[in-house]
């Protein structure tokens, strides 16, 4: 080998050495810039009836919810707005995120930005539908719908409609021909899109045609939540979210908010309602204390079970929505983690809004962002790989290692 050949080849072994010590130092510099992205504060102490707590003084792993919360700012987890963590009545978890809302423009997520809830909404409607049976403004689930309607005594003269109880709205069992996922929400095949653009919604949903038996088959429809809103209205003599602000949100110190109407006046109990993710987080808390909130009463703790107890089995739930049932426009889900099966209830809303509670961890998980269709349950893949694996330690507390076999 003459001398210019050693030459070059020392030089390209140089070069090499050098790009491979550059990717190296890259790789580490990202990895170290990766680890120290986040740094946690503990959540701001308000005038707004929260109890504070660290996650360390709650006992979360706090290794895991940091790495959540920079897959989250590294967008291995797309377009998140805002991710809450309660635990023992105390708010541990309050980070917020910018990103594209729902018209595509992007916008700064803080807490005192209220968000949209979109089909979330549902939840807190069947909350008030609770709320006008606890005060005797309805007699009961078992009611007949036909009842609130008398000026579509035309339509009740169907006996099979006029079976339909407000149980099988509560539940999506009412048996009306409906659909709204076959086709987008732009597409005026679908029956959610339709109905909008009618002058009376109501009768564009009650002259449907009877599809099945009412209380047996479940069917998404948004059409029998607005109906639910109208009931209470017929009831109380109160629009829902006047009704709300009486009954619902000033006892839980909830003032800033907005709920989208018709130019009519008929309240979008559908999805309109947008919240704080701190006011979103005291739903959670409430239902997680049988109806309580800081001692006081809100809505029963009867209602609170009826309403979060399967109504509809897995088998009729679409597969992509990863529910274990559906209770009064509450969807149940568990979770398997460390050989534990952890039971949930949530509000859930179009684009990855979360209200989840986990009653025997004593948690409320809350997610807001903006991701259609299969980034739809990114919050439930947080909850599975870091949230209950944060709040349940490796070990018992006796000390006894788990089973690996589980």
Same mark, same amino acid.
């Given at each position: 080998?003459n #001398?210019?050949s050693?030459?070059?080849r020392?030089?390209i072994?140089?070069?090499?050495?050098?790009?491979?010590?550059?990717?190296?130092c890259?790789?580490?510099?990202?990895?170290t810039?990766?680890?120290?992205?986040?740094?946690?504060?503990?959540?701001?102490?308000?005038? /707004?009836?929260?109890?504070i707590?660290?996650?360390?003084?709650? &006992?979360l792993?706090?290794d895991?919810? %940091?790495?959540?919360?920079?897959?989250?700012?590294?967008?291995?987890?797309?377009n998140?707005?805002?991710?809450?963590?309660v635990?023992?009545?105390?708010?541990?978890? +309050?980070?917020?995120?910018?990103g594209?809302?729902s018209?595509?423009?992007?916008? =700064?997520?803080t807490?005192?930005?209220? %968000?949209?809830?979109?089909s979330? =909404?549902?939840? $807190?409607?069947?909350?008030?539908?609770?709320?006008?049976? /606890?005060?005797?403004?309805?007699?009961? $689930?078992?009611?007949? @719908?036909?009842?609130f309607?008398?000026?579509?005594s035309?339509?009740? =003269?169907?006996?099979e409609?006029?079976?339909?109880?407000?149980?099988?709205?509560l539940?999506?069992?009412?048996?009306?021909?409906?659909?709204?996922?076959?086709?987008?929400?732009?597409?005026?095949?679908? /029956? #959610?899109?339709?109905?909008?653009?009618? #002058?009376? *919604?109501?009768?564009?949903v009650?002259?449907?045609?009877?599809?099945?038996t009412?209380?047996?088959?479940?069917?998404?429809n948004?059409?029998?939540?607005l109906?639910?809103? +109208?009931?209470?209205?017929?009831?109380?003599?109160?629009?829902?979210?006047?009704?709300? +602000?009486?009954?619902?949100?000033a006892?839980?110190?909830?003032?800033?908010?907005?709920?989208?109407?018709?130019?009519?006046?008929?309240?979008?109990?559908?999805?309109?309602?947008?919240?704080?993710?701190? /006011?979103?987080?005291?739903?959670g808390?409430?239902?997680?204390n049988?109806?309580r909130?800081?001692g006081?009463?809100?809505?029963?703790?009867?209602?609170?079970?009826?309403? =979060?107890?399967?109504?509809?089995?897995?088998?009729?739930?679409?597969t992509?929505?990863?529910?274990?049932?559906?209770?009064?426009?509450?969807?149940?889900g568990?979770?398997? $983690?460390?050989?534990?099966?952890?039971?949930?209830?949530?509000? &859930?809303?179009?684009?990855?809004? *979360? @209200?989840?509670? *986990?009653?025997?961890l004593?948690?409320?998980?809350?997610?807001t962002?903006?991701?259609?269709?299969?980034?739809?349950?990114?919050?439930?893949?947080?909850?599975?790989?870091?949230i209950?694996?944060?709040? @349940?330690? %490796?070990?018992?507390?006796?000390?006894k290692p788990?089973?690996?076999? %589980?």
């Amino acid at each position: 080998m003459n #001398a210019r050949s050693t030459t070059r080849r020392v030089l390209i072994c140089a070069l090499l050495t050098v790009v491979i010590f550059h990717v190296v130092c890259v790789q580490a510099r990202s990895f170290t810039n990766n680890v120290k992205s986040y740094q946690y504060n503990v959540p701001e102490k308000l005038n /707004d009836g929260w109890e504070i707590a660290s996650l360390k003084s709650a &006992r979360l792993d706090t290794d895991l919810i %940091q790495e959540l919360l920079e897959r989250i700012g590294d967008n291995s987890y797309k377009n998140i707005h805002s991710v809450l963590l309660v635990k023992n009545g105390s708010l541990v978890l +309050e980070e917020y995120f910018s990103g594209r809302n729902s018209e595509g423009q992007y916008q =700064t997520f803080t807490r005192d930005v209220p %968000q949209e809830m979109h089909s979330a =909404t549902k939840s $807190v409607n069947s909350i008030l539908v609770g709320i006008a049976i /606890d005060r005797h403004l309805i007699r009961g $689930v078992d009611e007949r @719908i036909s009842s609130f309607f008398p000026e579509y005594s035309d339509i009740f =003269t169907n006996k099979e409609k006029d079976a339909i109880r407000l149980k099988d709205l509560l539940s999506m069992t009412a048996g009306l021909s409906w659909d709204e996922w076959t086709y987008p929400y732009t597409d005026p095949r679908n /029956d #959610a899109a339709m109905m909008a653009s009618k #002058a009376d *919604f109501f009768r564009y949903v009650l002259e449907k045609p009877v599809a099945s038996t009412p209380g047996t088959k479940f069917v998404y429809n948004s059409g029998i939540s607005l109906i639910l809103g +109208e009931i209470i209205y017929k009831a109380s003599g109160l629009r829902a979210d006047k009704f709300a +602000e009486r009954y619902f949100f000033a006892p839980l110190g909830i003032t800033n908010y907005s709920w989208g109407k018709a130019p009519n006046g008929v309240v979008n109990t559908l999805g309109g309602l947008s919240l704080r993710p701190r /006011d979103m987080a005291k739903i959670g808390c409430l239902f997680l204390n049988g109806g309580r909130w800081h001692g006081k009463q809100i809505v029963s703790e009867k209602w609170v079970n009826e309403s =979060t107890q399967q109504e509809v089995g897995a088998g009729q739930l679409p597969t992509s929505f990863s529910a274990d049932g559906y209770g009064y426009q509450w969807w149940l889900g568990s979770f398997h $983690v460390r050989g534990q099966v952890v039971e949930s209830y949530s509000a &859930r809303g179009r684009g990855g809004q *979360f @209200i989840i509670v *986990f009653p025997t961890l004593q948690v409320v998980a809350v997610f807001t962002g903006w991701n259609d269709n299969e980034l739809l349950g990114q919050p439930l893949d947080m909850v599975q790989r870091y949230i209950i694996p944060a709040v @349940i330690p %490796q070990v018992t507390d006796t000390a006894k290692p788990m089973n690996q076999n %589980q």
